[in-house]
């Protein structure tokens, strides 16, 4: 059996303040679970999101009732399709293994204030 798992949460951050004029929605936990069973792919989807008040409940409902289905439909499609397309485009490039700006600067922020901690691994 194989197993995936995707889950989040939203996170303020410094590198990446609110803006006057944006309303963000806030996911106390969402993502996806997948396994491998004898009949197929199990898929769940978890989500605990507020839209910050700005979309009546009743619409959100109803779409989360409508357009998750398109989602997990479109996801099983363009994830069977996915080898033979990445085969012809750029099969080497991999973009999600390369941090963003804001990501590289906290990975060298955390980096800097954590050396000390990686030189006292070394001597245990």
């Given at each position: 059996?194989?197993?995936?798992?995707?889950?989040?949460?939203?996170?303020?951050?410094?590198?990446?303040?609110?803006?006057?004029?944006?309303?963000r929605a806030?996911?106390?936990?969402?993502?996806?679970?997948?396994?491998?069973?004898?009949?197929?792919?199990?898929?769940?989807?978890?989500?605990?999101?507020?839209?910050?008040?700005w979309?009546?409940?009743w619409?959100?409902?109803?779409?989360?009732?409508?357009?998750?289905?398109?989602?997990?439909?479109?996801?099983?499609?363009?994830?069977?399709?996915?080898?033979?397309?990445k085969?012809?485009?750029?099969?080497?490039?991999?973009?999600?293994?390369?941090?963003?700006?804001?990501?590289?600067?906290?990975?060298?922020?955390?980096?800097?204030?954590?050396?000390?901690?990686?030189?006292?691994?070394?001597?245990?």
């Amino acid at each position: 059996m194989t197993e995936f798992i995707i889950f989040n949460f939203s996170h303020k951050h410094p590198l990446v303040p609110e803006k006057s004029g944006f309303v963000r929605a806030w996911s106390y936990k969402s993502g996806y679970y997948m396994k491998t069973t004898e009949k197929g792919t199990m898929f769940y989807y978890f989500g605990w999101n507020s839209w910050n008040g700005w979309i009546p409940a009743w619409c959100v409902n109803k779409a989360t009732k409508t357009m998750v289905g398109g989602v997990i439909d479109s996801l099983m499609k363009q994830s069977a399709a996915y080898e033979e397309w990445k085969s012809k485009n750029k099969p080497e490039d991999r973009p999600w293994l390369r941090l963003n700006d804001w990501q590289r600067k906290e990975k060298e922020e955390y980096d800097a204030k954590h050396a000390g901690d990686k030189k006292e691994e070394k001597k245990e």
